[in-house]
């Protein structure tokens, strides 16, 4: 029996298209820009905390207690000493993690002319990575080869990498030589001669302004940090984050090697601990949530009332099959089932649909870089979207829920209809 209802609902909907289209395009919409916000929305925060470990934070870093307490200066007189011998132990007692050394640095980039003279010059900020291996975590980790817009990645000492629009901005050549002004880790002038390999851009903009990517042995030389570093970078293998994980792997680190009379101890911090980055992804997580639960909200009411004024427009029809004697209790409970499969069929045509847009975002992205020159945020300026697991069920929640709570609130009139007025409203 009801199968036979079921099948009956379903020929009634594919015949009658004025109960059955208008209702499914509604709900396809609804559940299209459920899915598109909800993933678009993830995808932003994903970014953000995947640029931030690659370029800033790591999973994991380890730095001294007195550079951690003024790394926004970058103070290389700070940094890290026998580093060789910290990044073997760490290898030891996790084989199944990244670790790299990097070197930040600042100073002044002279372009010298055909005399030796200034021709050009500008502030840089530098990163020492490790370029010489030849399968290097940090090339892949900072995508390198990706990011690469003219020239070669280096392949000889002295060679670096240098954002595109300074090159532009220098007027600097693929092959020219660049000269390094700063000082050593111990406070001395030092100038340094580079070669420009190629030149990058990352798309996100700090980043992009003035960026120099240098091999850290280079770095070394240059500064006269020999076997130092400002920070050692954690990463998983997968490059995936696990708080809990990592805050576990901190905290062993920190036990072991505590030594509160030493300001130069060696301290780990997890992503989450480093500039509240924690609370700021709680806040944000927190603010999505509300955000998609409001628009999830919003298109229920908007869903609950098509399906509200869909089964108030069909009294006449409701009159007449009550006139030909079929029951209240049946002819309810077909409109409910006539309700369910018009929520199915719209939230998995606009499910389909939104996840079809949120992976072509989430493959190739919207460039808003234009928009975002004189931003001041870690994060690429390509938009793109996240698919999780919510995305495939988030828009059936108004797409069916509401839809069927609509009619279920229409159809209550059903048992209000007396016979006198069905003949009434028949003979009009």
């Given at each position: 029996?009801?199968?036979?209802?079921?099948?009956?609902?379903?020929?009634?909907?594919?015949?009658?298209?004025?109960?059955?289209?208008?209702?499914?395009?509604?709900v396809s919409a609804g559940a299209f820009l459920c899915v598109c916000l909800h993933s678009s929305m993830k995808g932003t925060v994903t970014d953000m905390v995947d640029s931030a470990a690659r370029f800033d934070t790591g999973h994991v870093k380890i730095m001294t207690r007195v550079y951690n307490e003024l790394a926004d200066q970058m103070p290389n007189d700070l940094a890290l000493m026998g580093v060789g011998n910290l990044l073997e132990k760490l290898k030891r007692k996790h084989p199944d993690m990244i670790w790299t050394p990097r070197i930040k640095f600042g100073g002044l980039l002279d372009i010298p002319d055909e005399n030796g003279l200034t021709r050009t010059q500008g502030?840089?900020?530098?990163?020492?990575?490790?370029?010489?291996?030849?399968?290097?975590?940090?090339?892949?980790?900072?995508?390198?080869?990706?990011?690469?817009?003219?020239?070669?990645?280096?392949?000889?000492?002295?060679?670096?990498?240098?954002?595109?629009?300074?090159?532009?901005?220098?007027?600097?050549?693929?092959?020219?030589?660049?000269?390094?002004?700063?000082?050593?880790?111990?406070?001395?002038?030092?100038?340094?001669?580079?070669?420009?390999?190629?030149?990058?851009?990352?798309?996100?903009?700090?980043?992009?302004?003035?960026?120099?990517?240098?091999?850290?042995?280079?770095?070394?030389?240059?500064?006269?940090?020999?076997?130092?570093?400002?920070?050692?970078?954690?990463?998983?293998?997968?490059?995936?984050?696990?708080?809990?994980?990592?805050t576990g792997i901190a905290d062993a680190f920190n036990r072991d090697f505590a030594d509160p009379d030493d300001e130069f101890e060696p301290v780990m911090q997890s992503l989450g601990e480093q500039g509240m980055m924690r609370d700021l992804l709680r806040l944000v997580n927190v603010m999505v949530a509300i955000v998609v639960s409001i628009f999830v909200f919003a298109m229920s009411v908007v869903l609950w009332n098509a399906g509200l004024m869909n089964g108030i427009r069909r009294y006449g029809e409701i009159g007449v099959r009550l006139a030909m004697g079929e029951s209240k209790g049946g002819l309810y409970r077909s409109m409910i089932v006539e309700s369910v499969c018009i929520g199915i069929a719209g939230s998995a045509l606009g499910t389909a649909a939104g996840l079809a847009v949120s992976y072509?975002?989430?493959?190739?992205?919207?460039?808003?870089?234009?928009?975002?020159?004189?931003?001041?945020?870690?994060?690429?300026?390509?938009?793109?979207?996240q698919v999780t697991s919510v995305?495939?069920?988030?828009?059936?929640?108004?797409?069916?829920?509401?839809?069927?709570?609509?009619?279920?609130?229409?159809?209550?009139?059903?048992?209000?209809?007396?016979?006198?007025?069905?003949?009434?409203?028949?003979?009009?």
């Open positions: 029996m009801k199968n036979a209802m079921l099948l009956f609902s379903i020929k009634g909907l594919l015949r009658d298209r004025s109960r059955s289209l208008f209702p499914i395009l509604m502030p840089v900020f530098g990163i020492g990575v490790d370029m010489s291996a030849r399968h290097s975590p940090d090339t892949k980790i900072l995508n390198l080869e990706k990011a690469l817009v003219r020239g070669r990645m280096p392949g000889h000492k002295t060679e670096i990498l240098i954002s595109d629009s300074f090159a532009r901005k220098l007027d600097l050549k693929i092959g020219e030589t660049a000269t390094l002004l700063g000082s050593t880790m111990y406070g001395a002038t030092t100038t340094y001669n580079f070669k420009v390999a190629g030149t990058v851009r990352f798309g996100m903009t700090p980043l992009d302004r003035s960026t120099m990517i240098a091999d850290i042995d280079d770095v070394r030389m240059a500064l006269d940090m020999a076997d130092s570093a400002g920070e050692i970078m954690g990463y998983t293998n997968d490059m995936l984050y696990d708080d809990k994980r990592m072509w975002l989430q493959q190739n992205g919207i460039d808003f870089s234009s928009m975002m020159q004189k931003s001041a945020i870690l994060r690429s300026s390509v938009w793109r979207a995305s495939y069920y988030i828009g059936f929640l108004p797409g069916v829920f509401a839809s069927v709570i609509g009619t279920m609130f229409a159809g209550i009139g059903i048992y209000r209809r007396q016979t006198s007025q069905l003949f009434r409203e028949l003979e009009v």
